[in-house]
T-cell receptor, first 114, second 110 residues
Framework: AQSVTQPDIHITVSEGASLELRCNYSYGATPYLFWYVQSPGQGLQLLLKYFSGDTLVQGIKGFEAEFKRSQSSFNLRKPSVHWSDAAEYFCAVVSGAGSYQLTFGKGTKLSVIP | SQTIHQWPATLVQPVGSPLSLECTVEGTSNPNLYWYRQAAGRGLQLLFYSVGIGQISSEVPQNLSASRPQDRQFILSSKKLLLSDSGFYLC?????????FGDGTRLSIL
């Protein structure tokens, strides 16, 4: 079965600093990969997705992520963090077309220092 | 455009009481529908999914059940709530990928 690991439970960065949130997945074939963001007490909002093709994908709010098959990683990046980016971030994987199982990592909570 | 609605937003229930959470989707037909539970420190857990009216698949054995009485309506129920049912419940829909989430229901069991 597929799994997702987000090794960082909590990250604190200063406003304006760059950000990288790590995500590693376990799956034999090419997975469908997603990053979601959740503000406190809210649902999940999709930031970006990777299905195939260009391994660097752009998302909303200035985020991007890079799929690296050799490292089984799909790390999320942002060059300059804003205070409004403080939230919890979830990486998720679906094991290909036709599967309904969306497996989430346990999330990384991002705090931003003004 | 498609929208998803969940209610209530918050709910406080005593142990042993029944539960009914409702989720509706607008702007699409025959979506896949999902119920997730998010417990503190445990990430999101898929509870049920449905690919059509009356078709429910359960991912986790528990005292919860789900029903889909109409194409765009998904209901999460329990006859008798347990303390362990506390958490944040999220409904989601998709036509293929990705899944789109509602704002969730915060359920507290006393």
């Amino acid at each position: 079965a597929q799994s997702v690991t987000q090794p960082d439970i909590h990250i604190t960065v200063s406003e304006g600093a760059s950000l990288e949130l790590r995500c590693n997945y376990s799956y034999g074939a090419t997975p469908y990969l997603f990053w979601y963001v959740q503000s406190p007490g809210q649902g999940l909002q999709l930031l970006l997705k990777y299905f195939s093709g260009d391994t660097l994908v752009q998302g909303i709010k200035g985020f991007e992520a890079e799929f690296k098959r050799s490292q089984s990683s799909f790390n999320l990046r942002k060059p300059s963090v804003h205070w409004s980016d403080a939230a919890e971030y979830f990486c998720a994987v679906v094991s290909g077309a036709g599967s309904y199982q969306l497996t989430f990592g346990k999330g990384t909570k991002l705090s931003v220092i003004p | 455009s498609q929208t998803i609605h969940q209610w209530p937003a918050t709910l406080v229930q005593p142990v042993g009481s029944p539960l009914s959470l409702e989720c509706t989707v607008e702007g699409t037909s025959n979506p896949n529908l999902y119920w997730y539970r998010q417990a503190a420190g445990r990430g999101l857990q898929l509870l049920f999914y449905s690919v059509g009216i009356g078709q429910i698949s359960s991912e986790v054995p528990q005292n919860l059940s789900a029903s889909r009485p109409q194409d765009r309506q998904f209901i999460l129920s329990s006859k008798k709530l347990l303390l362990s049912d506390s958490g944040f419940y999220l409904c989601a829909w998709s036509m293929a990928e990705p899944q789109h989430f509602g704002d969730g229901t915060r359920l507290s069991i006393l």
